[in-house]
């Protein structure tokens, strides 16, 4: 299983709402990420995850929770987001963080639509 | 610090005609490199990398790249474009964070 599987596909929140996005992989891979992507952009860093730990924080809002409750499992929690935060967002997994040559496995992504 | 520029944000080809997206790295030493593909609405995925050995490499879809470190380029060529290969492409080096802006590529009946 080489898949990186990521609920809900889409997702409409307004301003006040609370949402969780999920993620789960069952490759055995110790790095997982959240990436933030806007149309016609690459994707932007937001969150890494190595051994289960928060590694990496590229200076989110605090807005957006991350959480790895297992080495399978990722979510991302939204709270009082603002209509520019709107975008694609994309879990990936990778064998771990700091080895150079391995790759990244992406989800299809969540579409969220701030009102 | 490590950087990667690709060159045209948009290229254009007729199906069957060769495609070739720029790559160029920036490292003070030879790094690893990845070209990845995202069609619309899905996530990006591996089309080939290059880490140490041979620096032809051959990916999936029968894209390929060549590492040229005296060019510091990793160019990702096709030899006959199908329908199918329209889509974005981003090169990328090894920290998983850094990026191409990416090359959106058309391809014409």
């Known amino acids: 299983d080489t898949e990186v599987t990521q609920t809900p596909k889409h997702l409409v929140m307004g301003m006040t709402n609370k949402k969780s996005l999920k993620c789960e992989q069952h490759m055995g891979h110790r790095a997982m990420y959240w990436y933030k992507q806007k149309a016609k952009k690459p994707p932007e860093l937001m969150f890494v995850?190595?051994?289960?730990?928060?590694?990496i924080n590229e200076s989110v809002p605090s807005r957006f929770s991350p959480e790895c409750p297992n080495s399978s499992l990722l979510n991302l929690h939204l709270h009082a987001l603002q209509p520019e935060d709107s975008a694609l967002y994309l879990c990936a997994s990778s064998q771990d963080w700091l080895g150079g040559n391995t790759e990244a496995f992406f989800g299809q992504g969540t579409r969220l639509t701030v009102v | 610090a490590q950087s990667v520029t690709q060159l045209g944000s948009h290229v254009s080809v007729s199906e069957g005609a060769l495609v070739l997206l720029r790559c160029n790295y920036s490292?003070?030493?030879?790094?690893?490199l990845f070209w990845y593909v995202q069609y619309p609405n899905q996530g990006l995925q591996l089309l080939l990398k290059?880490?140490?050995?041979?620096?032809l490499v051959k990916g999936i879809n029968g894209f390929e790249a060549e590492f040229k470190k005296s060019e510091t380029s990793f160019h990702l060529t096709k030899p006959s474009a199908h329908m199918s290969d329209a889509a974005e492409y981003f090169c990328?080096?090894?920290?998983?964070?850094?990026f191409g802006d990416g090359t959106t590529l058309t391809v014409k009946p």
């Open positions: 490292s003070s030493v030879p790094p690893y």
């Open positions: 990328a080096v090894e920290s998983k964070s850094t």
């Open positions: 290059y880490t140490t050995g041979a620096t």
């Open positions: 995850y190595s051994y289960e730990k928060l590694s």
